[in-house]
């Protein structure tokens, strides 16, 4: 599976960003598909998971009630729907992908098998 995220971009405080990733190379979308992003300087941290019904979704507390997860399964597509950015969301965001329907909404680095090339979003105060 490759992941190709994008949507990244300046953004000024206050402002909306959406993101997205597609998923490629086989037929079927990944059973959970989430956010990840890496400021600078900072380890790698989650952001947002959604499985594939949509049923399991889960937020990082600093980004709850800012943020939304979504998938079309038809397209393969994740989305990212943030809003009301703050100068500590920038960073570089990455989508990750996995297929094991027995964790629950993962949260963790280790638990994504498939990581896309990550997209830059840049907040200015």
């Known amino acids: 599976v490759q992941l190709q995220a994008s949507g990244g971009g300046l953004v000024q405080a206050g402002g909306s960003l959406r993101l997205s990733c597609i998923a490629s190379g086989r037929s079927s979308s990944p059973y959970y598909m989430g956010w990840f992003r890496q400021g600078p300087g900072k380890e790698r941290e989650f952001v947002s998971v959604?499985?594939?019904?949509?049923?399991?979704?889960a937020y990082a507390d600093s980004v709850k009630g800012r943020v939304t997860i979504s998938r079309d399964n038809a397209k393969n597509t994740v989305y990212l729907q943030m809003n009301s950015l703050k100068f500590e969301d920038t960073a570089v965001y990455y989508c990750a992908a996995d297929d094991n329907v027995r964790a629950i909404a993962p949260a963790s680095v280790s638990a994504y098998r498939y990581w896309g090339q990550g997209t830059q979003v840049t907040v200015s105060s």
């Open positions: 959604i499985n594939w019904s949509g049923a399991r979704i």
